[in-house]
Every structure is written in structure tokens, then in C-alpha cells.
């Protein structure tokens, strides 16, 4: 009896420290903090949404495979939100808003660029994954916007519905190739619900560590 309850105090305890030391589970996440948080396991909280049995489409918050180096425990400031100009409800991991010139002008930025590690990290290794590095693209957009949209567009990136026809040629591994599912930022939680799917998980390897610093705008 005496063991049975100092296991269970030893468990309340552990349950209480990891609650006072702020540990971050994706699935504990309200949806409108879920997007560009990082789980104390390192890896990065996922939004998707699925469709419940009366049909309706539901979100929720779930723990990607995606692992960010020496990053963890990270909630994204608003700040960063706003300098970066991304959205809190964004659903799955897209590089579709690299094609708007708006988005990239903000990622770009050094409000963004040279303070907001996280959301960087994420598009960087997004952009790497379409073949694009991102601190060309930046210096691309800040000198000649168009050609930085002609050089995105022939990576494979291509806004709107996806299908076979139009992402056969897309790398394995990248979220606009054939057989991967649909994974769109075009939308967000608040927006009308579209047919459910569920978000693809890139598989991120890249360090922006080492990546120059795009020329101040």
C-alpha cells in the first residue's frame, strides 16, 4: 500500500513539474497557437483539419515528424507573426505563400529575416525543399522581383488545386509531388471549410546556421 502511494505521489509530482516548467505538447495546443510552435520534443506542431462523423470539419493540433535543431519549447511571438506576415491558423506546412510577392517581401524583410529564427527556419528549409535557397530568393526579390518569381515558378512551385497531371515532375519528397497528400496555407482554421485532407509532413534536413543574411531591403 505504503509503494502504491509514493508511485502515485511520484507521478502527480512529475505531471505537476512538467506542467510548471512549461512543456509544450502539440496535441494540448488550442488550434489558434498550434502553427509555427515547436513541441519539447524539438519537433514542429502540425494544424490539420478531418472530418468527424456527422461530417462536420474539425482542427486539430498534432506533432509532426519535422525536427528543428536546437530549437525547442517554442511558441511564436506575435511580433514575429506579424513581421513575418503569416498566419496563426495556417493549415499543414505549405511554401505556396512564397509565390505571393507580399509574403516573401515580409519573410525577406529583416524585421523577419534577422529576428524571427523559427519562421525562417520553417520557410527556408520549405523553399529548400522545391529546390529554392532561400537567401538567393530574398537577394532575388529585393533587386528583381519578377525574376524571383520566374525562378520559383520553374522550381515546381505552383499555386492552386493540386493534382497528378500537374505535380508529376515534382521531387519525391516534396509536398507538391504526385503521391503526397494536398498540404495547403491558402486557407486557415477561420476561413470555410474546404474538403478535409490531412497535412503532408516534409522531411526537413537543412540548417539555416550557416546561410548569408539577405542584403538589407
Known amino acids: 500500500m505504503a509503494l502504491r502511494i509514493q508511485l502515485a505521489l511520484f507521478l502527480s509530482l512529475s505531471i505537476f513539474l512538467h ?5 509544450i505538447v502539440c496535441e494540448n495546443l488550442p488550434k489558434n497557437l498550434c502553427a509555427f510552435s515547436i513541441a519539447s520534443s524539438g519537433k514542429r506542431c502540425l494544424l490539420e483539419n478531418y472530418s468527424s ?3 462536420k470539419v474539425e482542427y486539430q493540433c498534432k506533432t509532426s515528424e519535422v525536427v528543428v535543431e536546437k530549437m525547442a519549447d517554442w511558441m511564436e511571438s506575435d511580433e514575429c507573426v506579424k513581421s513575418c506576415g503569416v498566419d496563426r491558423n495556417a493549415v499543414g506546412f505549405s511554401s505556396d505563400s512564397l509565390l505571393e510577392p507580399q509574403s516573401t517581401d515580409k519573410i525577406c524583410a529583416p524585421a ?4 524571427c529564427p523559427n519562421i525562417v527556419d ?9 529546390g529554392v535557397f532561400l537567401p538567393d530568393l530574398c537577394e532575388a526579390q529585393r533587386t528583381n522581383p519578377h525574376r524571383a518569381m520566374i525562378e520559383l515558378m520553374s522550381s515546381g512551385i505552383a ?8 505535380y ?3 521531387p519525391i519528397g516534396s509536398p507538391f509531388h504526385a503521391n503526397a497528400p494536398v498540404a495547403s496555407s491558402s ?3 477561420d476561413s470555410p471549410a474546404p474538403a478535409p485532407y490531412f497535412a503532408f509532413d516534409p522531411a526537413l534536413a537543412f540548417d539555416i546556421e550557416d546561410a548569408p543574411a539577405p542584403a538589407p531591403f
Open 112 to 115: 523577419c529575416y534577422q529576428n
Open 168 to 170: 508529376a515532375d515534382a
Open 19 to 23: 506542467g510548471a516548467l512549461g512543456e
Open 187 to 189: 486557407y486557415s482554421a
Open 53 to 55: 462523423k456527422d461530417g
Open 122 to 130: 520553417l520557410y527556408f528549409n520549405l523553399a529548400a525543399g522545391e
Open 159 to 166: 499555386s492552386g488545386p493540386a493534382s497528378s497531371e500537374l
